[in-house]
């Protein structure tokens, strides 16, 4: 059930990264006083840049977060973090 947070305590925003607690969807708070779901990192991040005026670490690092986060808990990844590509791909 891991999942990291990334919190913007001036913007006031939280978002959890995909896991079973979130229904494997990014969640941004607050959106029209409560949690917005997204399965997609690039509509997560533009909600967030839209409605935050914020920029939400690109997907290969939120992939590398979740992964580092991962490894720590000793929890399975979730399936839907893209995987980072190799160089030349």
């Known amino acids: ?29 607050p959106i029209d006083g409560w949690k917005r779901p997204s399965a997609d990192t690039h509509l997560a991040a ?8 914020l920029r939400l670490p690109g997907p290969a690092r939120m992939t590398a977060l979740g992964r580092w986060f ?11 973090l893209p995987a980072k590509k190799k160089v030349g791909e």
């Open 1 to 29: 059930m891991g999942h990291v947070q990334l919190w913007h305590s001036s913007g006031g925003v939280s978002v959890l990264t995909p896991s079973r607690l979130t229904g494997n969807q990014f969640e941004i708070y």
């Open 70 to 80: 991962g490894r720590i808990r000793g929890e399975a990844i979730p399936a839907n």
């Open 46 to 53: 533009t909600i967030v840049r839209e409605t935050f005026a």
